[in-house]
Structure formats: structure tokens, C-alpha cells
């Protein structure tokens, strides 16, 4: 009987100490999956921060920048730069001066499409912004420009997660057309009005619905 005692002690001495042991691996392993789960969060942010960064460093590359839609193949000649002036002074009615030097400007690379399918966009650059903005707003209150047989459209160049973001304000728009009240969706993707005297910003499309 104290022989069988002892090894039954010996056997439960050995079992607790098993699974003390135990205990502290799956300790040790909690704290080390902590630690990932942190170390994942951590990167997520950082990498999301880091995209921020990327995303806004290439649309102010973009500021410059307008893109111009409906113009036919060919019809820009030898000089693509003389050919814009003569879009902006006359299906603007702008007046052009060395505030809208152009940069540079060229069609998106690619084959020449053919004659029933829509010309390729072309790309220009102002080399100041004042002069981009100028633009965009004539194009804006006349609806585009009609030159040469062409209806040409202008829009603002940017990235495609930042003209998706934007996009969602569409409704939010809409709305405020509906109530004639004058906004302006400010860069990147802020939206700007006056409502019964206060200015209102929004950068989240929903909640800016919900509002109006």
C-alpha cells in the first residue's frame, strides 16, 4: 500500500509538473501571438499611412494637369500647344496670355484609332496652376467647349482611387443643386457650402447626404 502511495504521488508530482510546464509554453505562445497581432496592426496603419502619403504626392504631381476629351485625330496639325490656345480663347472665349504657358501636352499613347471610334484624350500641363484652375472653371460654366465641329470636354487629372472617392459625392450634389445651394468639392475630396449661414465641410459622402 505505501508502495503503490508513493508511485501514485510520483505519478501526480510528475503530471503537475507537465503541466506547469505546459502552461507556461501556451503563455509564452499567447504573449508571442500578441505581440504579432500587434506588430500586424501596427504595419497595417503604417502602410496605410504610406499609401496616404503616396496617393497624395501624386496628385499634387497632377495639380497642373487637365485632361481634354473629344477632339478629332489629326486635327491639331504639327502643333498641338497652338492648336489648345486656339481651343481655350475660342470655344472658351478665354483670354490667353503667358499665365497659360503650356508645359507640355500630348495625346495617350497608343494606336490611332480609327474614324468611327472616340479620338484618344489628350493630356496637357500648365506650368502654373492658376492657369489649370482658369481653365477648369470656364470649362465648367460653359458646359465645354464647341471648336472646330468638336464638342471638347475639360476635367482635372488625378489618381483612380481619388476620382472614385470623389465620385461618391455625386448624390451629396445633387442635392444641393436641387436647393440651389452654391459648393464646391475643394482637393482632394472635401465638400464646401454655406448652410443658413454657417459653412459646412465634408469629406465622407454619406454623411454629407444625411445632412443635407
Known amino acids: 500500500m505505501e508502495s503503490a502511495t508513493e508511485e501514485l504521488k510520483n505519478a501526480v508530482n510528475a503530471m503537475q509538473a507537465r503541466l506547469t510546464e505546459a502552461e507556461g509554453r501556451i503563455s509564452d505562445l499567447e504573449d508571442s501571438t500578441q505581440q504579432l497581432v500587434n506588430g500586424r496592426e501596427l504595419h497595417s496603419k503604417r502602410i496605410d499611412a504610406l499609401w496616404s502619403r503616396v496617393e497624395d504626392l501624386e496628385n499634387r504631381s497632377r495639380r497642373n494637369n487637365v485632361r481634354l476629351l473629344g477632339l478629332k485625330e489629326g486635327?491639331?496639325?504639327d502643333n498641338l500647344n497652338v492648336c489648345i490656345e486656339k481651343i481655350l480663347s475660342e470655344g472658351l472665349h478665354m483670354h490667353i496670355d503667358n499665365e497659360f504657358e503650356i508645359e507640355r501636352?500630348?495625346?495617350?499613347?497608343?494606336f490611332r484609332p480609327d474614324e468611327n471610334q472616340p479620338p484618344r484624350l489628350i493630356m496637357i500641363r500648365f506650368l502654373r496652376?492658376?492657369?489649370r484652375d482658369k481653365v477648369l472653371k470656364a470649362a465648367r460654366e460653359n458646359g465645354g467647349a464647341v471648336w472646330n465641329g468638336c464638342n471638347i470636354s475639360l476635367f482635372p487629372d488625378m489618381s483612380k482611387e481619388l476620382a472614385e472617392r470623389r465620385k461618391t459625392f455625386t448624390t451629396a450634389k445633387q442635392l444641393l443643386r436641387d436647393k440651389n445651394v452654391r459648393f464646391r468639392l475643394a482637393f482632394p475630396a472635401t465638400l464646401h457650402f454655406a448652410w443658413k449661414g454657417r459653412n459646412r465641410k465634408f469629406d465622407v459622402a454619406t454623411e454629407a447626404v444625411k445632412f443635407i
Open 75 to 77: 486635327i491639331e496639325g
Open 105 to 110: 501636352a500630348h495625346r495617350s499613347p497608343g
Open 129 to 131: 496652376s492658376t492657369a
